[in-house]
């Protein structure tokens, strides 16, 4: 009997092929344990009828072994921000509580045409609002790792929380995630999972509920990064659908294997070296250095001088779109709408001001404020030529090296409830995914150790455009040494 705790995607397509076991029963196994882990509150909505649907029809073609997909017969979750058709899709806002889509995303689409079976969607930041899940009209996402020294629920990271909470407490084999500042990277580290977020226009954003257009991209939450090759390369496809999405052919991900670190220039950006890094995320990232160092990669120090400014660059353009992106729910053409008839714009106001959260509110007033006659200037146009300053930082740091080492985020997995009472405390937490969102780059989170407290340290590797395959092969590494 195959020990179905133990399988990632990688040895359940095995098992799947080889007649080990079927999809219906590996479906039912994962089914079971959502069910056991109800406390994590990873799901708003499960679709388990429609989970077994998928695996039947799976196991059909595995017995006939005719049209199999890369992911046949794998079950996975998806977070609640991919349009379903025909399954509610909440965006984690009660403004989108009924709502439910009649057509599909393509990440999701592809998905499906891969053979994926979808048990549920997940919980998540409302709209894709914050780091901690803590913002979501769900409810709080319990991260399922504790420290060894206290009982404390942890928070799972966010936006992506039920995504990697899943994936890491074992209900399902993989899930996606999206990252506009790092809501795939974030929550990867704090649940010592792999976590990707692709070059922007890789992916394409068809269906996914938009927060700030000109960062969102899709990505895998996975346990392992061969994992992260197979889901990445099922997700992408062009897509006339989104005027975005890259033409650029994708290659054979698998091939990330192949690549040899020998000779390969990884730079140490001096400026992530923040004041208040915790100092066991310094020695972790210290670990990984030494790690290429013994393949016999070339360590080179660089500098991103532009980076203390990403934060505030980032909190500026992604409001500013949200802005304009959520402007389109008003009672009237999505999901909930209040009881206020006495006219319209009373309506609309009532709507709003009911059905968005506290953290969705704040962006909406910082993005109006931002885009206002008078402020435009100062704030968001100033932050666009900062985003291009960040942006120029890597391509000239990318002609020493070829990819680029950090730390993932300045934390570890924190208590529920911490952070809470100032803002800036919980964006803080993205000072270091930021940078290369607003660059539109490749990157991935990977768990290199655990701290004292049994909680992992997640690294970060940043590429070039388009080169998902070495960020891959770099992660590939640190998983091979870490020896956890
Ligand atoms: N935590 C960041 C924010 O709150 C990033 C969110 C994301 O990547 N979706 O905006």
């Not at 799901?43 to 072994?65: G, L, Q, W």
């Not at 390969?264 to 972790?284: F, H, M, S, T, W």
Request: with cysteine; net charge neutral; charged share 25%.
């Amino acid at each position: 009997m195959t020990d179905f705790s133990k399988l990632n995607i990688t040895s359940a397509l095995l098992g799947l092929k080889n007649k080990d076991f079927k999809s219906v029963e590996l479906t039912e196994y994962f089914i079971n344990q959502i069910n056991k882990k109800e406390n994590l509150n990873c799901f708003i909505t499960k679709t388990f009828d429609k989970a077994i649907d998928m695996a039947k029809k799976s196991d059909e073609k595995i017995i006939k072994n005719r049209e199999l997909g890369s992911l046949e017969g794998i079950p996975i979750t998806m977070k609640d921000l991919f349009c379903t058709k025909d399954i509610r899709t909440t965006a984690g806002s009660k403004i989108l509580d009924s709502f439910i889509p009649f057509y599909e995303s393509t990440v999701s689409q592809n998905l499906w045409n891969s053979g994926a079976v979808l048990l549920g969607k997940t919980n998540m930041d409302e709209f894709a609002m914050g780091s901690a899940n803590t913002t979501s009209f769900f409810g709080n996402v319990i991260n399922p790792l504790k420290s060894k020294n206290n009982d404390k629920d942890l928070v799972p990271g966010g936006s992506s929380g039920g995504s990697a909470s899943s994936v890491a407490a074992g209900l399902c084999l993989a899930a996606t995630g999206s990252d506009t500042g790092g809501s795939i990277r974030q929550p990867a580290s704090f649940c010592g999972l792999v976590g990707l977020k692709p070059t922007y226009g890789r992916c394409s954003r068809f269906g996914m509920v938009a927060f700030a257009s000109s960062l969102d991209q899709a990505g895998p939450i996975t346990l392992t990064v061969e994992d992260s090759a197979r889901m990445l390369q099922s997700m992408v496809s062009y897509d006339s659908k989104d005027s975005t999405s890259s033409k650029k052919e994708i290659e054979n991900l698998l091939d990330y294997k192949k690549s040899d670190l020998k000779g390969k220039r990884v730079g140490v950006p001096k400026e992530y070296l923040l004041d208040g890094l915790n100092p066991e995320i310094k020695k972790a990232w210290d670990l990984g250095i030494s790690w290429f160092k013994s393949v016999g990669s070339e360590i080179i120090e660089i500098s991103l001088p532009n980076t203390e400014s990403a934060l505030p660059t980032y909190y500026i353009i992604a409001p500013a779109e949200a802005s304009a992106n959520l402007a389109r729910y008003d009672g009237i053409r999505y999901g909930f709408r209040a009881e206020e008839k006495s006219d319209l714009t009373r309506l609309y106001e009532e709507t709003r001001a009911q059905g968005f959260g506290k953290e969705v509110k704040r962006r909406l007033m910082i993005g109006t404020y931002v885009l206002s006659a008078g402020y435009y200037d100062a704030y968001y146009l100033k932050a666009l030529k900062v985003r291009k300053l960040i942006s120029d930082d890597f391509s000239k740091a990318f002609e020493r090296c070829d990819i680029i080492l950090t730390p993932t985020t300045p934390n570890v997995a924190f208590p529920i409830g911490e952070k809470q009472t100032d803002p800036i405390e919980m964006y803080l937490n993205d000072v270091l995914t930021v940078p290369a969102s607003l660059a539109g780059l490749p990157a991935i989170s990977i768990s290199a150790c655990l701290n004292s407290d049994s909680l992992p340290i997640g690294l970060q590797i940043i590429g070039k455009p388009f080169e998902e395959s070495s960020i891959l092969s770099a992660a590939s590494l640190i998983e091979d040494l870490r020896g956890f």
